[in-house]
């Protein structure tokens, strides 16, 4: 394992920690396995986003954001692999203190309660240690299994957005949660 943070340890023995600048190979490797299971609920990926190099490329952007402020991206590891993702993004600080949220897990490991565990941390996570005041997601209408991991966390419905999003090639309706962090 890296000497990234580690947030906590999930179900089935998955650690949950920041993303590292030498994860590209086993980022690339997940995707590549989990590329039909993402497919229907993420944007379209250029064919290089399954190669090491490209995943390796884009982690010091990804890191440079954590260092300033803007974001948390976060990794499923579990025995040397990477298993999944979870990613706090889009954080806006003022009147707002908001951040978005995003996440996948390996689909030989769905089902589990581990995407349920894992945003939990995360929300603890953006109240403690980032002290923001509230998380957003968005899933599309029939993505049953997020909206459970939401709701299961403590996550509200607050509309629907048409158009909001574009995945698997096309603008597609989305149901929107938000978590108030504080009372
Ligand atoms: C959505 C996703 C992250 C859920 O992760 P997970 O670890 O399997 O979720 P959990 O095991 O914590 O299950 C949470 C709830 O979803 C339910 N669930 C899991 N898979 C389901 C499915 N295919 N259909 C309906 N419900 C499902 C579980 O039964 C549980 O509900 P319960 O509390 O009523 O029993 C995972 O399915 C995934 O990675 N999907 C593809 C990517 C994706 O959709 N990302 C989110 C985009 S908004």
Redesign the pocket.
Known sequence: MTDTPVLTTLPDDVVLRVLHRDDGPALAAAYARNRE??EP??PTRPTAFYDADYQTQRIPVQLLEHLNGRSVPLVLEREGEIV?RVNLSDIVRGAFCSAHL??????R??????????VEAAAVHARDALGLHRIQ????LH????Q??LE?SGFERIGTAPRYLQIAGRWQDHVLFQRILHD
Not at 102 to 107: F, L, S
Not at 109 to 116: C, D, E, F, T
Not at 143 to 146: L, M, Q
């Open positions: 299971h993402l609920w993420e999944g995003g996440y996948w897990v390996d689909a490991l769905a089902g589990r309660g581990i995407m349920s565990a894992a997601a968005a899933t599309l993505n049953t299994a997020s459970r991991v299961r």
